[in-house]
């Protein structure tokens, strides 16, 4: 049941933070749980997205001078990787902070 309402939290959360895009990251994160990768999948998860975000603002364009209220609508692909890549480090987070709370109450 804990499971059930951390993950409607989690996915809640992200709508919250990314819109209904964020919801559908959201819920994919979520849904890769039931596989139970451990927390280092989700930390190499979010650092590549973060580096494969940088590559296609590169390859997208580079905005001359300074990047205006625009810039995520026409990155649209980077916008998405760093949303991905948020939600990656925010279960990673997660994940560990569960570990530490188990590996510490008495009994």
Do not use: D
């Amino acid at each position: 049941m804990k499971r059930i309402v951390g993950g409607a939290a989690f996915v809640i959360l992200a709508w919250f933070f990314g819109g209904v895009v964020g919801a559908i990251i959201g819920l994919a994160v979520v849904v890769s749980r039931v596989r139970n990768p451990g927390s280092n999948t989700y930390w190499a998860a979010g650092a590549a997205a973060f580096v494969v975000a940088g590559v296609a603002v590169v390859v997208q364009g580079l905005p001359f001078g300074l990047a205006g209220p625009q810039f995520g609508a026409r990155h649209w692909v980077a916008t998405g990787l760093v949303g991905i890549g948020l939600a990656c480090l925010a279960m990673a987070a997660l994940i560990e902070i569960a570990e530490i709370r188990a590996s510490t109450r008495p009994g």
